[in-house]
């Protein structure tokens, strides 16, 4: 089926357009996330360097997000390169990999949709047919799309089981429409049960230092009218303590076979404030996140720029301007700290090194 008309299959899920292709123009179009809650500005653009710069800059952002805007900056590089030949083009998609390859470090959807589009547009290439590479590369870049709207589902009807009438789910991060093709990894799970009826309430944090709780969830929960808490980072702690949340759902920028998953700066404390007040703690995303290794150290962490912890996004001063900063983007959460994983295959549960890998292969 194309997949441009099987997108618009699922339009019911999406209520958020974060990202699409215009078919009429051949150009990519995303929801600036970095001025959001307080406008909603859509950027647009026919060069893949502009989305390489969206996605460093943080305008899109999200691993799943930032797979899809990679995997359609390529369809970009190939529609709109001049090459004549199949040689030329593909020095030209080389060259485009390169850059979108350079983007950000962690989110392992990045790789693995460039991994694909390449992979097909170097196939296409055997056949000498320059017009055929191209088409290729946007019909794969397109499926990418699709499969994450459908895998986002998915990983909601799986994750919604977990979920009981009445209960408080603690998030961090945003991992919803605004990281996703449109619906979202946990805040999808939340989302899912919202949409079955069940009466939930979210406890969100702020998510420093450029506050995709406080910004994005607070955005997205309040357009779907899911009663929400906004929190600070520091406080998970408390909110377990005092039994005030049931769960936590998080998100996964980068999860291995061993089960350790790479997420928002923060998340391993949220983790262990769940463990330590025995409230189970879930990991929500698709298989395409899953790198297949067995060696935390093959996870890297994205340092960014120390003005994002010395500033409130690069406004307001927090401090003195010269403060030495650390300020690593994700944290590893070990693997006995997680509950479950939820995919769009399932759920994954201890030992993760024997369910991740018959996930992948189911
Ligand atoms: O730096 P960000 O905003 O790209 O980090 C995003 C996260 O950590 C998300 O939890 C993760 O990418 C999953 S999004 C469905």
């Known amino acids: 089926m194309d997949p441009f008309k099987e997108l618009e299959s699922f339009e019911e899920y999406l209520k958020i357009k974060s990202l699409y292709w215009n078919t009429e123009k051949n150009s990519f179009v995303w929801l600036d996330t970095r001025l959001l809650p307080f406008e909603e500005v859509y950027r647009e653009t026919t060069d893949y360097r502009r989305v390489a710069k969206a996605i460093k800059d943080l305008e899109i ?24 030949t199949v040689e030329d083009l593909l020095r030209d998609l080389e060259e485009a990999d390169k850059t979108l390859r350079s983007t950000r470090p962690t989110a392992f959807n990045l790789f693995w949709a460039l991994d694909r589009v390449m992979g097909v547009a170097r196939k296409a290439a055997e056949r000498g047919d320059p017009d055929r590479v191209r088409s290729e590369v946007l019909l794969e870049a397109a499926r990418i799309h699709v499969e994450d709207v459908k895998s986002n589902i998915e990983i909601g009807r799986h994750g919604s089981k977990l979920i009981d009438n009445g209960d408080v789910i603690l998030t961090h991060c945003n991992t919803g429409a605004l990281a996703t093709s449109g619906f979202g990894t946990a805040l999808g799970v939340i989302r899912y049960a919202w ?11 702020e998510t420093r230092p450029v506050l995709q709780g406080a910004r994005l969830n607070v955005w997205e929960l309040k357009k779907e009218g899911i009663p929400f808490t906004l929190i600070t980072d520091g406080m998970p702690g408390i909110v377990f303590r005092n039994g005030m949340a049931d769960m936590a759902i998080v998100g996964a920028d ?6 350790h998953t790479a997420n928002k700066i923060g998340t391993y404390m949220v983790a262990l404030a769940a463990h330590d007040n025995d ?9 395409s996140t899953i790198q297949e290794t067995l060696n935390p150290d093959d996870i890297v962490i994205e340092i960014r720029d120390p003005d994002e912890v010395r500033t409130v996004l690069g406004k307001c001063r927090l401090t003195l301007p010269d403060v030495e900063v650390y300020n690593p983007s994700f944290d590893v959460t070990p693997p006995r700290y997680i509950t479950g994983i939820i995919t769009e295959k399932g759920i994954a549960y201890q030992p993760y090194t024997k369910t991740l890998p018959a996930l992948l292969k189911a």
């Open 279 to 287: 409230k189970p703690f879930y990991v929500a995303a698709p298989t």
């Open 61 to 84: 952002r999200g691993a799943p997000a930032i797979g899809v805007s990679a995997a359609y900056g390529l369809a970009l590089a190939a529609l709109h390169s001049n090459a004549r």
């Open 254 to 259: 980068r999860i291995i076979l061993t089960g």
């Open 195 to 205: 949409y079955e009826g069940k009466k939930i309430k979210v406890i969100t944090t």
